[in-house]
């Protein structure tokens, strides 16, 4: 999906931020779902912390329901480079519905405070507080909600997120670590073309100043938005190979997924290499082709995704 000409201001949608003098920004418009009460995918909102304007949008395939079956529960971050979109912008939230479907599982898309009003680890402590929401749901049944009481298998728990959900995903599971979530059992995380940066650029990202989807300037922006003030790309939010990824050992088993084609992708092969050398177990899917974020635009890629992120889940 890349192309050979300059990405348009009016067309990618991360060229379309505007950058105010006193370091606000307005956000280019994106169209939002309302939750579904319709099958075949069931969903609704739960608020998490109204102080900060966070919820969470449970999807449950309503075959579940009319067969009784408990599925696994997949805690999801959606991508935006940390500035962008919600669980329910219109292709994130289609993109739920129909990997739930497919998996199947109960999904949580959590939402999560956006930079730069909130920098970063402002986006890590609301992924961590869905997870003590998720430990709550699991050890008052009495209290929780119906759809994760019914129909969550709280011991099939995994992290996922995409891009700079992929990023929020990778950190949480390094805060899960050194939490008791039982009776939440973790059994792996998924990062689908997790975002990751660094000063000194890979290949893929000198090539990328035309990409149509994650061009170089906009991703340098998305990081300079989105870290602490002061801070370059090679912060450790960043980049968390840099010095080395101590404090890995233990880490649950892990999917990089990555495909040639994304500004990303380099990053995205050394982080795997670096989490097999800690000695994590690592499920590497880095030969795909295609643009960062593909599987919102393409349904094909998606299943082929899903596909993957089923037998990960199942096979756990």
Not at 22 to 36: A, C, K, Q, Y
Not at 158 to 183: K, V
Not at 210 to 225: I, Q, V
Not at 265 to 270: A, E, V, Y
Request: net charge negative.
């Amino acid at each position: 999906m890349g192309s050979s000409d300059s990405p348009s201001d009016n067309t990618n949608l991360f060229l379309q931020i505007v950058e105010h003098p006193d370091g606000t920004i307005t956000r280019p418009f994106v169209p939002h779902s309302p939750p579904n009460s319709n099958p075949p995918v069931l969903s609704k909102d739960i608020p998490l912390n109204p102080s900060h304007d966070t919820y969470l949008r449970l999807y449950l395939p309503s075959a579940a329901v009319s067969e009784n079956q408990k599925l696994p529960v997949v805690l999801f971050f959606h991508g935006g480079g940390f500035v962008l979109f919600s669980p329910s912008a219109v292709f994130y939230h289609g993109f739920c519905e129909a990997m739930a479907a497919s998996i199947p599982a109960l999904i949580i898309s959590a939402s999560y405070r956006l930079a730069p009003e909130n920098r970063l680890p402002s986006a890590y402590e609301d992924a961590v507080e869905a997870l003590s929401w998720l430990q709550s749901q699991a050890m008052d049944s009495a209290s929780a909600d119906p759809w994760l009481q019914t129909h969550g298998d709280f011991s099939k728990f995994f992290l996922m997120g995409s891009s700079s959900g992929g990023n929020i995903a990778y950190h949480t599971s390094f805060r899960a670590m050194s939490m008791d979530l039982m009776p939440v059992q973790l059994c792996g995380v998924i990062l689908n073309q997790p975002y990751f940066g660094g000063v000194e650029r890979t290949v893929s990202e000198a090539a990328s100043e035309n990409d149509s989807m994650l061009p170089l300037r906009a991703n340098d922006t998305l990081w300079r938005l989105a870290l602490p003030v002061g801070s370059n790309r090679d912060h450790a939010f960043a980049n968390p190979v840099k010095d080395g990824l101590d404090g890995v050992v233990g880490m649950v088993k892990c999917m990089v997924i990555g495909c040639k084609g994304d500004p990303l992708f380099d990053r995205q092969k050394l982080f795997a290499e670096m989490l097999e050398k800690e000695g994590v177990d690592v499920a590497k899917r880095l030969d795909g082709t295609g643009s960062h974020a593909i599987e919102l635009f393409m349904p094909e890629k998606a299943e082929a995704l899903f596909k993957e992120v089923k037998a990960f889940v199942y096979g756990a």
